[in-house]
């Protein structure tokens, strides 16, 4: 894993686009986002334990998985999103980036691989891309009837009781 404030430039979105800024897990943490490394997969069994987690699924995004649809679903996963549930992913094999807003609105890019597991809070804004090895094989974490509908960011999400929330107890 590695954290640091994304450099805005012009470029492709799985270039790294690092800004030199590093970011602690402190800092992650204090945005509601939690990282782990668990090499064994007990650890990941008991934290969905521990959660009220019961079901679990794999995902591999790459041309190879996914053919044609490949570029469509990596710009999708790209577009700056709310859910009103939190969102766990295990990373099984390969790399990708989850990009969060911090306080200041800008973007956090936390570089994840294989043993990573992060938790985004219900409510924040942020995005997903493969990077340019355009790989990733991950385990998606979800309770019994998950809301991951991608909620895409506009003024109208400002009254959603989710976003009011998450606002509350980490924007403030
Ligand atoms: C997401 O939430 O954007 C995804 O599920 C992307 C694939 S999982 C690394
Ligand atoms: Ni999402």
């Known amino acids: 894993m590695k954290a640091y404030v994304y450099d805005n430039l012009p470029g492709d979105q799985r270039l790294p686009h690092d800004s030199g800024r590093p970011v602690s897990i402190e800092a992650l943490r204090k945005l509601g986002v939690l990282y782990y490394h668990f090499p064994d997969i007990a650890d990941v069994d008991d934290l969905a334990a521990s959660r009220g987690y019961q079901n679990r699924d794999e995902i591999t995004v790459s041309p190879e998985r996914m053919g044609d649809i490949y570029e469509d679903k990596v710009k999708m996963f790209f577009r700056e999103h709310l859910h009103e549930d939190e969102e766990i ?26 043993d990573d597991l992060l938790i985004l809070p219900a409510g924040i804004y942020h995005r997903f891309t493969t990077d340019e090895a355009n790989f990733v094989h991950a385990m ?33």
């Open 89 to 114: 992913r295990y990373i099984r094999g390969g790399q990708g980036f989850f990009d969060v807003r911090s306080k200041d609105d800008e973007w956090v890019r936390v570089r994840l691989e294989k």
């Open 140 to 172: 998606r974490l979800f309770k019994d009837e998950p809301k991951w509908t991608p909620l895409n960011r506009s003024g109208d999400l400002d009254t959603n009781p989710f976003r009011k929330e998450y606002v509350g107890l980490f924007l403030n």
